[in-house]
Every structure is written in structure tokens, then in C-alpha cells.
């Protein structure tokens, strides 16, 4: 028995580029398609920004306070319970019945989403209309 043991010329890899070349086409394809519909998809926002000029104080506003912890001062007067049955009162009561009279909503940074909401809903169901919200500067801000 005799083992054949001849070294064969090993033999050129030869590179295939049509294959390639599709998986390439594919992903090019797959791009321009996904990026002309982005811009479709796209929304431009511009942020607001809020005035930093001190506001001028009118003797017929109503400054509503929400602290932290949830309670409420209206024109500096607290505010006993944090419901907005409550609070439905309590600015009817300093409105007067001036319905055109503005709200300034002067909220804690920490306070509840739902303590500034029951603020919103009591001036609504008063017929007080004019809501803002009072800021302070970046400048006047802690660091």
C-alpha cells in the first residue's frame, strides 16, 4: 500500500463581486429610501422663551402660591386644604367677581404636576381666564 502523498498547487481564491455588489445596491437603496422619509417624519420645534423683566405688579391681579408640599396661598393669605372645592372659594373670594382679573400661578420648582393642575381647574371653573405662571431668572437662580 502506498500513500499518495503529492503536494497539490494550491489553487488562486478567486473573489466574487457580484454578490457584493447587491448586498451593496440593497443598503444604498435601503438608505435613500429611509432618508427621504425622515424629513418628512421630522418635527421643527422652537423652544419659547420666558421674559426675564421683572413683571410689574397690578393691584388687580391674584397671586396664587403652591409650595412644595402641596399648599396653597392666594395674595399671600394661606389657603386651609388643598382641594379645588376649596380653592374654588377662596378666589371667588379675591376675584371679587372680576372675572378679567389675571391669575399668576406661582409655583414651586418641587411642587406637584397635580397642585398646579387644581390651581388651573378652580380658576376655570371661577371664569378666570387669564392664567400665567410666574419665573424666575437664570441669573436669580441658585447655582
Do not use: C, W
Not at 390651581?119 to 441658585?142: C, K, N, P
Amino acid at each position: 500500500m502506498a500513500m499518495n502523498f503529492r503536494h497539490r498547487r494550491a489553487e488562486e481564491p478567486e473573489i466574487n463581486l457580484i454578490p457584493f455588489i447587491d448586498v451593496l445596491l440593497v443598503v444604498l437603496i435601503f438608505l435613500m429610501l429611509s432618508t427621504t422619509y425622515s424629513k418628512f417624519n421630522e418635527l421643527k420645534v422652537t423652544l419659547p422663551v420666558a421674559d426675564t423683566r421683572k413683571l410689574e405688579t397690578l393691584p388687580r391681579e391674584i397671586v396664587v402660591a403652591v409650595s412644595a408640599d402641596g399648599h396653597y396661598a392666594i395674595n399671600r393669605a394661606p389657603v386651609e386644604g388643598a382641594g379645588v372645592d376649596t380653592l374654588v372659594l377662596a378666589l371667588q373670594a379675591a376675584a371679587q367677581g372680576d372675572v378679567n382679573r389675571p391669575v399668576i400661578i406661582s409655583a414651586d420648582a418641587m411642587a406637584a404636576h397635580q397642585s398646579v393642575i387644581n390651581v388651573m381647574d378652580a380658576a376655570r371653573r371661577v371664569g378666570l381666564v387669564q392664567l400665567t405662571f410666574a419665573t424666575q431668572s437664570s441669573r436669580s437662580g441658585a447655582r
